[in-house]
């Protein structure tokens, strides 16, 4: 049933983002109740620059949820999640089996606890080379991205990014300019760049990628990121006619220094101020 993605059909496409909606919902009814709500958070340690990583029960639980119907549907394939890890099912090198489920079930925590709707449950189906299809789900503000070979999504609505060519005209994001860049020279780098930008809105986690590929900012810059973090993001704002990469202008999936734009106009653009 499943092929590579360079072969994948509408039938397939179809069958995915169908699928995506369904562990949307079954998150959903864990998070949106937790939310705004008096909630305990354990800290997890070490993250960044702060000894701070905090997570809750609605991390926890909405992530088992997903799994659990991962699981059932799609039993051959691999799961890798912020909360629980990697459950191989198919280590096989070569099989047509080597689909990977890539989870955060809330991220930006930060914000969830804050009762700020901008956190996202993410989720990424990865071909064994690259995330394919991905999805960001805020059931708060009840939108729901979702990003295929084909196209990207807003509620089922094809969105895309706007053609913003210069930075001098570009809106740039972070999540947080003090405390999540992973040193000194990487934040240095942010403000660089910053310094170019007609506009600077920061602190949106996940949600600023989505605007990105709905057309309102035009970067992203971020590093010390986790696969689980930017897999699902990758295929929402290139389906939307974006670039995601990391800051060399490699692949992001693994996470790390990750830059999203507009247009590769605009990469190019950045990516040489970050490199300066």
Known sequence: MD???NQIDTRQIKEYTDFMDKL???AAEITLPMFK?????TNKGQKHLLDYDPVTEADE???KAIRKLIT???PTHNILGEEHGHEEKNAQVGSRDQWTWVIDPIDGTRAYICGIPTWGTLVALNDGRAPVYGMLDQPYLKERYIGTPEASY???KIINCRPCKNLSDATISTTDPTQFFSSAEDEQAFYRVAAEAKLVRNGYDCYA???VAAGFIDIVI???LEPYDIQALIPIVQGAGGIVTNWTGGSAAMGGQVVASATTELHDQVLGLLNT
């Open 3 to 5: 092929s590579k993605a």
């Open 61 to 63: 639980l909405s992530e």
């Open 209 to 211: 990628y989505a605007m």
């Open 222 to 224: 971020e590093s010390g």
């Open 154 to 156: 807003l509620n089922g």
């Open 72 to 74: 059932q549907v799609y």
């Open 24 to 26: 949307a919902v079954a």
């Open 37 to 41: 709500q008096p909630i305990e958070v």
